[in-house]
Each structure stands twice: as structure tokens, then as C-alpha cells.
């Protein structure tokens, strides 16, 4: 599979039936700036600002969140327990049908 399906409901509830490329290392945040959906991902998707935070609402299996994820949720606002950050949550076959909602912004 070269492109995957993603929807991202924005802070409105409207979805943005989006498609991302398997083979350019991409993450969701970089997908949702090319789509110029309001996401700001100041760190450059380091895992250090949480201004990509999304809300996992589909059943998609995602790997494990690493530390440095955690401990950026762990300092944000409006976190869930479905909480992920958008950089870290690479653009792979795997997650084809993903449906991810934009946190509100802090």
C-alpha cells in the first residue's frame, strides 16, 4: 500500500477525509500542516510542545507511546486517556482508517 486513509475531525466537528503516503516518513502532524488544517506542531515534531494533540476514535492499534510522548501529555492541556501527539504517529499501512479529532488548543 503506497497512501492511507485518514480522517481528522477538526475543533469544529467537521471530517477531513485526508491521505497520507507510506513512503516519505511522514507523521500525522505533517500530513494535517500539508492539508493546512489548523495544527501547529511548534517543536517541528520533536514531542516537545503538545500543540498536536489528537484524540485517538477509531480502534486503530498504534504502538506503544514512548516516554518522551508521555511525559509532553503528561505537562498538556486537555489530555484523555485516548490522548496521542500527531508527530508521533507515523504515516504506515498500519493505521489505514484511522480516525484522529484535534484537541482543543491551549
Known amino acids: ?3 492511507v486513509k485518514v480522517t481528522i475531525i477538526d475543533r469544529e466537528g467537521v471530517e477531513h477525509a485526508l491521505v497520507g503516503p507510506t513512503d516519505m516518513s511522514m ?3 505533517e ?3 500539508a492539508y493546512e488544517l489548523p495544527v501547529l506542531g511548534e517543536c ?3 514531542a516537545m510542545c503538545a500543540t498536536c494533540q489528537c484524540y485517538l476514535e477509531s480502534e486503530t492499534n498504534l504502538p506503544e507511546q ?3 510522548e508521555l511525559d509532553m501529555l503528561d505537562q498538556a492541556f486537555f489530555v484523555k486517556n485516548n490522548s496521542r501527539l500527531g508527530c508521533q504517529i507515523q504515516i504506515t499501512d498500519e493505521i489505514d482508517g484511522i480516525v484522529l479529532r484535534l484537541a482543543p488548543e491551549a
Open 1 to 3: 500500500m503506497e497512501e
Open 27 to 29: 507523521n500525522i502532524m
Open 31 to 33: 500530513l494535517c500542516k
Open 44 to 46: 517541528g515534531g520533536m
Open 66 to 68: 514512548s516516554d518522551a
